[in-house]
């Protein structure tokens, strides 16, 4: 078992060993240092005697359940003030054949990490917001004084091309703040229930929102959930998923081709899939493969679009720990492969 | 209907402007703009309790919400219905403006002919 020992001995994390009555057994190198301690002082010791003040704490009546039997003892959530200054540590106390195993690691500065970057993000998330806001309120005004000025012919003649260009501009401008204060607002929503969905019923509401498109188009859609025909998770954001890769689908059709979108269903260890393939134009993945997903990325600029789609799409699949998987061809069409995460 | 007073409450004075110009096109005929909650208030104390309210959020001085509590804080014009129109489509505030039992509705910018029906219908007077 020399191989085990040099493992503790040289863990960064704390490890000791307990016996029954909470008298020290076997403690690492790096245990000593943070104690300040050396091996002869503290084998033998009992743990009140080593921890200063861990009888205010519920630690003692922890260690003692998990010495009774009791399930493995894990917190992320132990504060300590010690000599060294106040510390967060993630503790795990379970039972070995020599005795209580108490595996302690300092966490202090993740967890400060953590609390900057929840900071950093509430911070970026207000200026978002501020941003898109402060810039939607003075383009209302003019999109309003636009139309007053139409609607007082106000412009000479000559100047009438300028106008519309400014009124382009205006449009294009909204557009984006459009999306911009949608996709915020849907960012600062909390995230929404999990729910046992039928896929076949999600799909058939999107289904009937999109009609007048598909029916326009003349888009033939096969539909086979079989194979998983049920998922947990939340409705709004499913539907929002399809709704998205759909509406993309109809969008990027090939103009001289009958529209098909065949969408299925799959199940694996990991969980469930959602396979979206159409016969679409298709986009050119090599040039842009990573970008696809970024807010107001356009792959094509003759069709007009807000570049918000897929952005969304994605973000909603991500924040339940999923992924998206996206093969395209030119003029073939393309195939999204959704992974929901973890059930 | 026509003469009841209203009363335009916007830092931005072009959305007063815009909001006064669809107003007079329907007719109404008394209507004061201010620039701030606290200028607001400053009408309500002297006694003009104007019947309908245009009320921006985000203000300087005083903005929407904080007119709000103080008109109940000093019983000031119980009767005065008010319309909230703001450039924010964020849930939190529209929930904070439910809570006023004086306001009526909640309006994006910019305000058009539909809109004021719509409060209009939803006015007591």
Same mark, same amino acid.
């Given at each position: 078992?020399?191989?085990?020992?040099?493992?503790?001995?040289?863990?960064?994390?704390?490890?000791?060993?307990?016996?029954?009555?909470?008298?020290?057994?076997?403690?690492?190198?790096?245990?000593?240092?943070?104690?300040?301690?050396?091996?002869?002082?503290?084998?033998?010791?009992?743990?009140?005697?080593?921890?200063?003040?861990?009888?205010?704490?519920?630690?003692?009546?922890?260690?003692?359940?998990?010495?009774?039997?009791?399930?493995?003892?894990?917190?992320?959530?132990?504060?300590?003030?010690?000599?060294?200054?106040?510390?967060?540590?993630?503790?795990?106390?379970?039972?070995?054949?020599?005795?209580?195993?108490?595996?302690?690691?300092?966490?202090?500065?993740?967890?400060?990490?953590?609390?900057?970057?929840?900071?950093?993000?509430?911070?970026?998330?207000?200026?978002?917001?501020?941003?898109?806001?402060?810039?939607?309120?003075?383009?209302?005004?003019?999109?309003?004084?636009?139309?007053?000025?139409?609607?007082?012919?106000?412009?000479?003649?000559?100047?009438?091309?300028?106008?519309?260009?400014?009124?382009?501009?205006?449009?294009?401008?909204?557009?984006?703040?459009?999306?911009?204060?949608?996709?915020?607002?849907?960012?600062?929503?909390?995230?929404?229930?999990?729910?046992?969905?039928?896929?076949?019923?999600?799909?058939?509401?999107?289904?009937?929102?999109?009609?007048?498109?598909?029916?326009?188009?003349?888009?033939?859609?096969?539909?086979?959930?079989?194979?998983?025909?049920?998922?947990?998770?939340?409705?709004?954001?499913?539907?929002?998923?399809?709704?998205?890769?759909?509406?993309?689908?109809?969008?990027?059709?090939?103009?001289?081709?009958?529209?098909?979108?065949?969408?299925?269903?799959?199940?694996?260890?990991?969980?469930?899939?959602?396979?979206?393939?159409?016969?679409?134009?298709?986009?050119?993945?090599?040039?842009?493969?990573?970008?696809?997903?970024?807010?107001?990325?356009?792959?094509?600029?003759?069709?007009?679009?807000?570049?918000?789609?897929?952005?969304?799409?994605?973000?909603?699949?991500?924040?339940?720990?999923?992924?998206?998987?996206?093969?395209?061809?030119?003029?073939?069409?393309?195939?999204?492969?959704?992974?929901?995460?973890?059930? | /209907?026509?003469?009841? *007073? %209203?009363?335009? !409450?916007? #830092?931005?004075?072009?959305?007063?402007?815009?909001?006064? =110009?669809?107003?007079?096109? /329907?007719?109404?005929? *008394? %209507?004061?703009? !201010?620039? #701030?909650?606290?200028?607001?208030?400053?009408?309500?104390? =002297?006694?003009?309790?104007?019947?309908?309210?245009?009320?921006?959020?985000?203000?300087?001085?005083?903005?929407?919400?904080?007119?709000?509590?103080?008109?109940?804080?000093?019983?000031?014009?119980?009767?005065?219905?008010?319309?909230?129109?703001?450039?924010?489509?964020?849930?939190?505030?529209?929930?904070?403006?439910?809570?006023?039992?004086?306001?009526?509705?909640?309006?994006?910018?910019?305000?058009?002919?539909?809109?004021?029906?719509?409060?209009?219908?939803?006015?007591?007077?």
């Amino acid at each position: 078992m020399k191989i085990l020992r040099d493992f503790i001995e040289n863990s960064p994390d704390l490890i000791s060993i307990y016996d029954e009555k909470l008298n020290l057994l076997e403690i690492n190198q790096v245990s000593l240092q943070i104690m300040k301690k050396s091996r002869k002082q503290t084998i033998g010791k009992n743990i009140k005697t080593l921890i200063e003040g861990i009888e205010k704490t519920d630690l003692l009546k922890k260690y003692n359940a998990v010495i009774n039997g009791a399930n493995p003892f894990i917190s992320e959530d132990v504060s300590q003030t010690v000599k060294f200054g106040k510390k967060q540590f993630s503790v795990r106390a379970f039972m070995t054949d020599e005795g209580l195993a108490i595996v302690t690691r300092d966490i202090s500065e993740l967890k400060k990490a953590e609390q900057q970057l929840i900071k950093t993000n509430q911070r970026l998330e207000e200026l978002a917001y501020i941003a898109a806001h402060d810039i939607k309120a003075p383009l209302t005004n003019l999109q309003s004084l636009i139309q007053l000025i139409v609607a007082s012919d106000g412009i000479k003649k000559e100047s009438k091309g300028l106008f519309d260009m400014l009124i382009t501009s205006v449009d294009i401008m909204e557009n984006t703040v459009y999306a911009l204060n949608n996709v915020i607002a849907m960012q600062e929503s909390h995230l929404p229930n999990n729910e046992y969905l039928k896929f076949r019923e999600v799909f058939n509401t999107v289904k009937e929102s999109l009609a007048t498109q598909i029916n326009e188009a003349n888009v033939i859609i096969r539909a086979d959930f079989t194979k998983a025909p049920d998922i947990y998770y939340p409705q709004l954001y499913l539907q929002s998923i399809l709704q998205n890769l759909m509406t993309n689908s109809i969008k990027y059709r090939q103009p001289n081709k009958v529209p098909l979108i065949e969408i299925h269903t799959l199940k694996k260890d990991d969980g469930s899939y959602l396979i979206i393939k159409d016969n679409g134009i298709g986009m050119d993945l090599d040039s842009s493969k990573d970008s696809i997903f970024r807010l107001f990325k356009r792959m094509h600029t003759h069709i007009k679009g807000g570049g918000v789609g897929l952005y969304v799409v994605n973000s909603l699949v991500e924040s339940y720990g999923g992924n998206i998987e996206v093969t395209s061809e030119i003029n073939k069409g393309t195939t999204f492969k959704i992974y929901f995460g973890d059930e | /209907m026509n003469d009841i *007073n %209203i009363l335009l !409450v916007d #830092d931005d004075f072009i959305v007063n402007f815009l909001s006064e =110009k669809v107003l007079k096109n /329907m007719d109404f005929k *008394n %209507i004061t703009a !201010v620039t #701030d909650g606290k200028q607001a208030l400053d009408i309500l104390k =002297k006694g003009n309790c104007p019947d309908l309210v245009f009320l921006d959020i985000n203000m300087p001085v005083m903005d929407g919400f904080s007119f709000l509590t103080q008109i109940v804080k000093e019983i000031l014009c119980l009767q005065m219905n008010v319309a909230i129109l703001t450039s924010s489509n964020r849930q939190k505030e529209k929930d904070m403006a439910s809570q006023f039992d004086n306001v009526i509705d909640y309006i994006e910018k910019p305000l058009n002919q539909s809109k004021v029906r719509e409060v209009l219908r939803k006015i007591t007077l």
